[in-house]
């Protein structure tokens, strides 16, 4: 299902910007197969990938920053705040921002991914002059959590922090870039590339909707991803590798001379041998990976769920007495983009094969079931030229830019754009939690910080004429 509601430009250009190339600005940053290090001109310094036009910038953020609307902006984010978004269920929250947009005057779209899961998009046109941009972002919240103090659903303001569930990844940076839309169309400029603002369902389920919208073939030259990073200038993630893991054991009884072999002390082996969660994986350890500076810290891993009991049902009563004969489990692997799934497969599965030959009597599945891939921002990025220039005039000093960790150890839809031939991109958030904790907030001076970075990079990567 599509549905149109335009606030000026012609549906004619949607169809000239679908037609946009996504050309990479520069190749990939890619280490030296020989020495293991970085090649000249391709390492991700400041000095290599920004040398800032101050004057460019701050003439830009006099442009935007009178109109930013900051107060709306700052009530906007509380008002999203109290809608819940988690995935499948984002249909409340795309409405609103979609109203939002069309009462900003901001040319909207709204396209059904699923029934009820619509993409919201929103244009401010270019003349078709200059290179295009997409700020994205993902309308969708992980499950709620426990250990809420506050309203989860509250859209309190308190100390400088408004509080939510999904605030900081990332109903936040989807108001600030709507905000930056409206600064730059109240701001007079007219751009020369089309600003384009994607809000995709499914993030959080695999990135299912901004899989649609490079199916769409809606790509822009180059983008800029909200998910939280602390207003740091994040050139590098992880890509996230999730497998059900089965154990079938045999079952038993007390009150029987066979036991059987449980099959939820076979995963917790599996557990130990496969070393601590959220620990780097040495080289030489279980599994093989390519050691490169870029992605320090990984890989790594985590058990997401463990489930286990009487037959593959899991009855929650019955079978209290019996040796659990099946365990189930959600293993979730952070490594470099050059890691491939099936390969982590075969890994996991040799760690199993072995704790077979040691003490067999068990059976195991191991089932690939979701793959997001890493990102890596082009060596000659204009989007990390303009977003660290546009950072350095708004803040008055020079962003980090890089693989920061732990943002680096989250994954995006960046990866799913940068695969569709969108590689010039990079991720700037005003949030700082990359998944839903308890009291999850976002601080107002990184939103409405965010907001101006977001509009003065819109300047810098279309170009714009008074």
Partial sequence: MRRGCRAGGGREQAAALRGSSGTAAGELWRESEA???????????????????????????????????EDELVEFTRSVARIPSVHGEEGAIAEAFSKRTQGLGIETEVFEVEPNRPNVLGWVRGSGDGPSLMLNGHTDTVL????????????????????????SNMKASNVAMIYAADAVQRSGVKLKGDLLIALAVGECQGGIGSRDLMKRGIKTSAFVCGE???????????????FRVNI?????????????????????????RLGPVHTRLR??????????????????????????????????????????DFCTAIVNLRAGRDKDIESTREDIERVLHDMQERRGGFQFEVIPIRDMPGFESAADSLAVKAVSEAYGAVVGQKPEVGPIQPYMFMTSDSGHMQSAG????????????????????VEVDKLVTAAKIYAVAALRICGYSE
């Fill in 422 to 441: 969108m590689a010039d991109g990079v991720l700037l958030g005003p949030g700082n939690f990359t998944s839903s904790v308890p009291n999850e907030h």
């Fill in 248 to 272: 079938i054991g045999r079952t038993g009884h007390f009150g029987t001379h066979d036991h059987g072999l449980n099959a939820i002390l076979k995963m917790y082996e599996l557990l130990r």
């Fill in 144 to 167: 709620d959590v426990l250990g809420w103090t506050r309203d989860p659903y509250g859209g309190e303001l308190d100390g400088g922090r408004i509080y939510g569930h999904g605030i």
């Fill in 228 to 242: 939280p990073t602390y207003l740091n200038v994040l050139t590098t993630h992880a890509s996230a590798q999730y």
């Fill in 283 to 324: 080289p030489g350890s279980w599994i093989r990976f390519r050691d490169k500076p870029r992605y320090r810290g990984l890989p790594r891993y985590h058990f997401g769920t463990i489930k286990g009991g009487v037959s593959r049902t899991l009855p929650e009563h019955g079978g209290w007495s019996s040796t659990p």
């Fill in 35 to 69: 020495s293991g290090t970085w090649k000249a001109g391709e390492s991700p310094t400041e000095e290599s990938v920004m040398k800032p036009d101050a004057g460019e910038a701050a003439a830009a953020l006099t442009r935007v920053s009178p109109t930013l609307a």
